[in-house]
């Protein structure tokens, strides 16, 4: 469960909107090969940005998430002082 459960975050790739994702979806957006940046965001908060090499043909998978039901309690310390970890965004494989 997340706080941001029926919230959609939206994917900034190399610094520019390129869609949005919901709890529970998957997307696939296709990158030229190549080094690029990703980050989630949600209002003023987000993940942290992630920077990765692709090569042509390569896939990666990236999974994103909000805090889980134990974590409720540090939601006033995410987003005074850590914004950018509110969506907790990482590589997979």
């Not at 997340?2 to 696939?28: H, K, P």
């Not at 990703?38 to 998430?65: H, P």
Request: glycine share 8%.
């Amino acid at each position: 469960m997340s706080q941001d459960l029926f919230r959609a975050y939206e994917i900034i790739l190399d610094s520019t909107n390129v869609g949005i994702i919901f709890a529970g979806q998957t997307i696939c957006v296709p990158v030229v090969a190549g080094t690029h940046s990703l980050k989630m965001s949600i209002d003023w908060c987000g993940s942290e940005e992630i920077n990765f090499s692709i090569a042509s043909g390569e896939e990666i998978t990236f999974e994103c998430s909000g805090f889980s039901i134990f974590q409720v309690l540090l939601i006033p310390y995410y987003l005074i002082f850590r914004p950018n970890n509110w969506i907790l965004l990482k590589r997979l494989g």
